[in-house]
């Protein structure tokens, strides 16, 4: 998915941060819907989530699922990268530890359980707004 260079920065001047992103996912037919924080770079947005969450086991069972968040809604494919401590991981981890600096060691999150995972959603499709103009990507 190529984001047009004007849509791509306002994605990124709103969700490259910590933000609140509306994640569905759909599991025997049933729709589900929660908020989660996530952060947006390259066509992708990102979460720390643990691995035997609903969320997961509904991606694990289809990974197609949608995101909105301010004025933008968008399809994507749920990527579990795996434990969020592993070598292949380390780049973007360090990026999500900064991003979610005010939360992220609060007790929620054990990261030397392997089932803390870093969820990538990679956007196929979806529409932003931004002053009056619509981006379709």
């Not at 791509?8 to 025997?28: C, Q, W, Y």
């Not at 729709?31 to 066509?43: C, K, L, M, T």
């Not at 004025?71 to 749920?78: I, L, V």
């Not at 991981?89 to 359980?113: Q, R, S």
């Amino acid at each position: 998915m190529q984001l047009l260079e004007e849509a791509n920065k306002i994605m990124v001047e709103r969700f490259g941060k910590d933000t609140i992103l509306s994640l569905a996912t759909i599991s025997h037919h049933i729709p589900y819907v929660r908020n989660v924080n996530a952060y947006y770079e390259n066509g992708a947005f990102y979460m720390v989530t643990h691995a035997l969450s609903n969320k997961m086991k509904h991606i694990e069972e289809n990974p197609t699922v949608a995101v909105a968040g301010e004025w933008f809604t968008a399809h994507g494919q749920g990527i579990n990268l795996g434990y969020f401590g592993k070598k292949e991981n380390y780049i973007i981890a360090e990026t999500l530890k900064t991003v979610f600096a005010d939360w992220i060691d609060n007790g929620h999150n054990d990261f030397h359980d392997e089932n803390t995972v870093i969820l990538c959603i990679k956007l196929t499709d979806g529409v932003l707004f931004s002053h009056g103009t619509k981006y379709e990507f």
